[in-house]
């Protein structure tokens, strides 16, 4: 159960970190003093790294200077379960986003929709849910997702 809110929270975090077309590729001087403070650990590397990812760290920083304390504590916690988890289990949950990436955009709104069902569910409720998909047959299954259609 805990798996696909983590397959969730990382394909989330994978999706914030796509390049955009317009890189911000500029010294550790131009970044206001809150993104220096949030990015401390870059600043020898700062300007050597490529401009796409200065980008993508630029924004993160920003993202972070948004979030609660709760949130923040939050999206630690999904960062230390993501660098413990197996190399193998990272290429798989990587994977299972590029396929969500290459859906139709009716059929990605599709798997949100039943993935917010899920979220609203309790935490017995899920867990009922879960050994439920456990014990039935393939063919079965879709019954049990009802928040998914």
Known sequence: MNKY??????????????PCREAFAGS??????????VL?????????????RQE?????????QRMTP?????AEERSKRWQELPPQEKEMIRKRYQDFR????????????GSR????????????????????APRDRKDLRPGWK
């Open 70 to 74: 709760e949130e923040r504590k939050e």
């Open 117 to 136: 069902w899920f979220q609203d569910l309790s935490p017995q409720q899920r867990q009922d849910l879960h050994e439920q998909w456990q014990k039935s």
């Open 5 to 18: 809110f983590l397959v969730l929270a990382v394909g989330m975090i994978l999706f914030s970190m796509i």
């Open 56 to 64: 993508r760290l630029r924004r993160g920083a920003e993202r972070w």
């Open 40 to 52: 401390r650990r870059f600043r020898e590397q700062w300007n050597q790294l490529p401009g796409e």
């Open 102 to 113: 290459n859906l139709p955009p009716e059929e990605q709104e599709r798997v949100r929709r």
């Open 28 to 37: 550790w001087e131009q970044l206001t003093p809150e993104e220096q403070q």
